[in-house]
């Protein structure tokens, strides 16, 4: 009888003794990555070698600068949903991505540029689809939301529709550069990328996020992708998560992949890291689909799978802490 009673208290403080151990195991871990903005500068076949260092660092600092002018915005008390734009603005007037100045060109030679936005308030949205002459797309998307009773306008009804609303117009020419009309000269798979987005989270806890594109190199026929496409490319709902999108548009719209990933959330109990990774890693690539997205929940968690080489990609903390990457592994 005593052994027996030797043996059950033995086991007993063994039992304490792994209990003690994986709590503080648990508390030595590193707590879940918190971001309070997440931005995007498209995801593709990214060759490192082409692009060369002194270009890579060049993505890499107009990532920051983006990242920083969107966290002004926060710091200062300001909304996700300016801070979305703040952050988008600068990398639509940058030539190196696929949206605003550096658009790709379509077949007929034009950049027609898409836009959306999605404040998790509400929730509302707003959207803009082939516009010609406004210069920032993401604007444009934003006065539909605010000033129309629509929430996705396209072609020359939206661009009439902007300079109605105040917005800064010019010629199409503008958007031009001469690394994307080598593009649609060549028809290079790996300039497909560079569409550009943002996810944020403001001080009263709303989300907002945004996505701008000049679309897919040698589009026709009126091609949409699924940037200007609420559900597809872009989503926010204040307490669930904020999402914006990037890749091969079909795919994206037929998965409705941005607000799939809060429904996983919303109805399955997942978390933002496994919804995001179900989505780009299993529904994305089963059906044969490239590309990735930006996720960011009402907790400040954040996640940014992606199935391709590389996704221009960046966050910044709410301390001001900036971190860009670009390639797989990074």
């Known amino acids: 009888m005593h052994t027996k009673y030797l043996n059950i208290k033995a086991f007993s403080l063994l039992l304490t003794s792994l209990l003690v151990l994986s709590l503080c195991l648990a508390c030595s871990s590193p707590p879940p990555s918190r971001a309070v903005l997440v931005v995007h500068g498209g995801a593709g076949v990214l060759d490192r070698a082409k692009m060369g260092p002194e ?11 983006a990242l920083r002018a969107g966290h002004a915005v926060l710091s200062q008390g300001g909304s996700a949903l300016d801070a979305v734009s703040a952050t988008i603005l600068p990398l639509e007037d940058s030539h190196l991505f696929n949206a605003g100045h550096g658009a790709v060109f379509s077949a007929e030679g034009r950049c027609e540029l898409d836009a959306s936005i999605m404040d998790g308030a509400g929730p509302r949205a707003g ?12 604007l444009a998307a934003r006065a539909v939301m605010e000033k129309s009773e629509h929430v996705l306008l396209s072609g020359a009804g939206a661009d009439a529709f902007a300079k109605e ?20 000269e060549q028809r290079l798979a790996d300039d497909k990328h560079g569409t550009v987005g943002c996810v944020a989270l403001d001080s009263a806890g709303h989300l907002a996020a945004g996505t701008s594109t000049g679309g897919m190199t040698a589009k026709r026929w009126g091609r949409v992708g699924d940037s200007p496409i609420i559900g597809a490319g872009t989503w926010a709902q204040d307490g ?3 999402v914006s999108a990037t890749g091969w548009g079909e795919y994206f719209i037929r998965g409705a992949i941005a607000s799939n990933i809060a429904g996983r959330m919303r109805f399955g109990g997942l978390s933002l890291e496994a919804a995001g990774s179900q989505a780009i890693h299993k529904e994305l690539t089963e059906r044969g ?21 590389g996704m221009f990609r960046g966050w910044v903390t709410l301390e001001g802490q900036v971190t860009v990457k670009i390639w797989k592994g990074e």
């Not at 959207?127 to 993401?138: C, K, W, Y």
């Open 289 to 309: 689909g490239t590309g990735g997205v930006i996720a960011l929940d009402s907790k400040g968690r954040f996640t940014t799978p992606f199935n391709t080489p």
């Open 240 to 242: 669930v998560c904020a």
């Open 165 to 184: 609303q105040g917005l800064e117009t010019v010629s199409n020419e503008f958007f031009h550069t001469e690394r994307r009309r080598r593009a649609l």
């Open 55 to 65: 270009l890579e660092k060049e993505y890499r600092a107009t990532l920051a600068a």
């Open 127 to 138: 959207a803009v689809t082939g516009v010609q002459s406004v210069r920032h797309p993401i």
